[in-house]
């Protein structure tokens, strides 16, 4: 079994500051961990994903996300968010080596404020 | 890159009527796609696993006779919420993963409305 805990959920910070945006997960097996991004009544989109190697994944709009084993965390993080980052934010973990049973997290809405 | 169609994007229906959501791969073939539902300010949660050439896996608590799954084809995936009432009123998403190495897509959701 697996589950994902995203403890914020609704995260509120200004345009041009730092944000992180946390995601913890239990597995009793090895992970593939994503973060998936929602705009209003739209499906979901995909972020970044971990699936092995580098710790430490990108995405093309400044987002990054930090695998740690140890602490069992996926935070994602931008040093500068834009008013268009505003969405809500879901991350997401599937047994590696598939994806067919993926779990989301409960969502963290992001709101950039002018 | 691949693609997933869904439509219709919303669609508002009367109490004890039937609505049917589709779900298309369009540019590779999806032997299984995942049907979704997601509630206000909730997280997705997975219905049932639709299965090209064989019967949908429901989950826990899903019940069939009211979600009807078929998977006609290789890139075709339907979802009919049969005598549909107010409490089925959600966003409904399907997904498929893509190729070898290719995590799940999404389509890009329908809104049910029952009245």
């Known amino acids: 079994a697996q589950s994902v805990t995203q403890l914020d959920s609704q995260v509120p910070v200004f345009e041009e500051a730092p944000v992180e945006l946390r995601c913890n997960y239990s597995?009793?097996?090895?992970?593939?961990l994503f973060w998936y991004v929602q705009y209003p009544n739209q499906g979901l989109q995909l972020l970044l994903k971990?699936?092995?190697?580098?710790?430490l994944v990108e995405s093309i709009n400044g987002f990054e996300a930090e695998f740690n084993k140890s602490q069992t965390s996926f935070h994602l993080r931008k040093p500068s968010v834009h008013i268009s980052d505003t969405a809500e934010y879901f991350c997401?973990?599937?047994?590696?080596?598939?994806?067919?049973?993926?779990?989301f997290g409960t969502g963290t809405k992001l709101q950039v404020i002018p | 890159g691949a693609v997933v169609s869904q439509h219709p994007s919303w669609v508002i229906c009367k109490s004890g009527t039937s609505v049917k959501i589709e779900c298309r791969s369009l540019?590779?073939?999806?032997?299984?796609m995942f049907w979704y539902r997601q509630f206000p300010k909730q997280s997705l949660m997975l219905m049932a696993t639709?299965?090209?050439?064989?019967?949908?896996?429901?989950e826990q608590g899903v019940e069939k006779d009211k979600f009807l799954i078929n998977h006609a084809s290789l890139t075709l995936s339907t979802l009919t919420v049969t005598s549909a009432h107010p409490e089925d009123s959600s966003f409904y998403i399907c997904?498929?993963?893509?190729?070898?190495?290719?995590?799940?897509?999404f389509g890009n959701g329908t809104r049910l409305t029952v009245t």
């Open positions: 997904s498929a993963p893509g190729e070898s190495g290719s995590p799940l897509h």
């Open positions: 597995s009793s097996v090895s992970v593939y």
């Open positions: 971990y699936l092995s190697g580098s710790t």
């Open positions: 997401a973990v599937s047994p590696s080596g598939g994806y067919q049973k993926v779990t």
């Open positions: 540019d590779f073939q999806a032997t299984t």
């Open positions: 639709s299965n090209e050439g064989s019967k949908a896996t429901y």
